[in-house]
DNA sequence: CCAACATATGAAGTTTTATTCATACATTTG
DNA sequence: CAAATGTATGAATAAAACTTCATATGTTGG
């Protein structure tokens, strides 16, 4: 959380603090199993950890981790019902992202 | 560069493939010197390492480790031309994706 | 209340990335 | 060709991120 944070740079449109936030969740995003649970958020409003854990075959622990790091960073939310938790798409804007990635045809 | 490589997961519009390339880039581009030097490229067309660097003020070292891996990678491309070598953005998607996230407000 | 289920958490270990520093390589100029 | 300039590279270290495992917490049903 610290690099170019002092310097120039300015001119173009991106502050440096917006370039920190920008990679900040880029960096959230960037990762196979979280990209999985973006498309998989994306078509289903609200799943369960349970849900996403066997539809990604992630083990639950693990998922916990990646979900729990995704919400506190602002990109999903999530609600109690019972026993179980659903986790939910909060920043939208990610599936855009990964959309215009994904339709890069020579990736 | 090995995780949920190997699960069913499918039914989304991503393969697994696909989803860890997108991931592949995302991470390549997730650091705040690198979204300065994309703004930079996405505005100039091609610059030197010098022109780079003094306008980040990011030591040169480093900037080389940074474009170099921009460059393997295949986000940048570079000519030399005479002592100075000068880059350029040759996948210029991650401007979309980038400015994407700049223009969330709540950011 | 207890057992069972769903999820979270934290420590430890491992792997990746980032940064620095010293130095090497390439090109031009005098 | 030597010196100067521009850039790359590699080793070493530091810092993050990822994964696993053991265990804790919350919730419901009996």
Redesign the pocket.
């Known amino acids: 959380?610290?690099?170019a944070t002092s310097a120039p740079l300015v001119d173009m449109g991106l502050s440096i603090e917006k370039m920190e936030k920008v990679a900040f969740i880029l960096?959230t995003t960037?990762?196979p199993?979280r990209i999985a649970i973006v498309q998989l958020l994306a078509a289903h409003d609200s799943l369960?950890?349970?849900?996403i854990?066997e539809r990604l075959s992630v083990?639950?622990?693990?998922?916990?981790?990646?979900?729990?790091?995704m919400k506190l960073k602002g990109i999903l939310s999530?609600t109690?019902d019972?026993?179980?938790?659903?986790y939910a798409l909060k920043m939208r804007e990610v599936i855009d992202v990964i959309q215009c990635l994904a339709a890069c045809t020579f990736l």
């Open positions: 959380m610290s690099a960096k960037a990762h199993t369960s950890v349970t849900d854990s083990e639950q622990s693990l998922l916990s981790h990646h979900l729990a790091g999530s109690r019972g026993k179980n938790i659903y």
